[in-house]
């Protein structure tokens, strides 16, 4: 009998570890790649449903904006104030409004509480802002105004005062003027706010291609029926003739921050329609019952603020 090689026992030997070895990575990659894919798997929630994915997952609901009053309900409020004003109870009308003009403010809305503002400023009646003053030694009206930063007319017209004289020891009718302007460009408005909030608004005229500087201004000067110097000759045109575009009252305002802009104001003006757009050389323009009522109610240094 032939001798085997030396190697054929052990080369069968070898193949039976190799086969092993192959054995065994080969259950150690198996577990693996189930471990991988049991890892990976979405685990089914509470109700027994597999997760969706967030990519697929349907938007969270928009939270709805705070509700305002309706058209409906804000004709109503504004004709219970109405009717709130015609039976003398313009407090109640003014709480009404301003609740209205706070939450969703109608042209209506805002012009109406204009109205009864201006009333319950006028009328010998309490409001925020008025209180009673004794008249002491050396008072005189002027004074008294500059005290309360309001006008000598609007003193006289919630006193029902016809002349200057008043006497020692007389009671007056105050109140305590935090009166400032502010004029949007873009609405072409006039807002007269006392202590920061709506009063009055009014319709105006600004500079035709936003010539209007959008800056803090205040009143540096204040004038009834006032002349128009003309700036192509610099002749200057009375009031009541009709080249004199300046209407029944100016108020010059000038700006700390900018002395450089000069020669503007707000005025009164004859040309109805051109109120509501851009339309002056600069100034703001206003309808003269309008300017004549606002010259009465602002003092001097009146804070004006321009914007865009």
Not at 12 to 19: A, D, T
Not at 63 to 71: E, F, G, I, R
Not at 101 to 128: F, R, W, Y
Request: charged share 25%.
């Amino acid at each position: 009998m032939a001798n085997r090689p030396i190697y054929a026992g052990t080369y069968q030997k070898r193949s039976r570890i190799k086969l092993i070895f192959f054995l065994i990575v080969l259950a150690h990659v198996v577990v693996g790649a189930w471990l991988f894919f049991k890892r990976d798997k979405p685990e089914a929630d509470a109700t027994g449903d597999a997760p969706v994915p967030e990519s697929l997952a349907p938007a969270p609901a928009t939270m709805a904006p705070a509700p305002v009053a309706s058209l409906p309900e804000t004709r109503a409020i504004i004709a219970d104030a109405r009717s709130a004003i015609d039976a003398g109870q313009l407090t109640d009308a003014q709480a009404k409004l301003k609740r209205i003009v706070a939450s969703h403010g109608t042209p209506e809305a805002i012009d109406l509480l204009g109205e009864v503002n201006l009333q319950l400023l006028k009328a010998p009646l309490m409001m925020p802002g008025k209180e009673y003053y004794v008249i002491q030694s050396g008072d005189y009206l002027q004074k008294i105004a500059k005290k309360y930063n309001i006008t000598v007319v609007l003193l006289k017209t919630m006193n029902g005062l016809e002349s200057d004289t008043i006497r020692l020891g007389d009671r007056l009718l105050v109140f305590n003027g935090d009166f400032s302007i502010h004029i949007s460009k873009s609405s072409n408005t006039l807002d007269l706010l006392f202590g920061g909030k709506l009063f009055k608004r009014y319709p105006v005229g600004t500079g035709k291609f936003g010539k209007t500087p959008a800056v803090e201004f205040s009143i540096v000067d204040k004038i009834v029926e006032p002349p128009w110097t003309r700036p192509s000759d610099n002749r200057q045109i009375e009031y009541g003739d009709p080249e004199n575009v300046l209407g029944s009252r100016w108020m010059a305002i000038k700006s700390a921050d900018h002395p450089e802009l000069t020669g503007f104001g707000i005025h009164g003006t004859w040309e109805r329609d051109s109120i509501g757009k851009q339309s002056s050389a600069g100034c703001i323009r206003m309808l003269n019952e309008n300017v004549e009522e606002l010259f009465d109610l602002v003092p001097r240094k009146t804070s004006v603020t321009i914007v865009e």
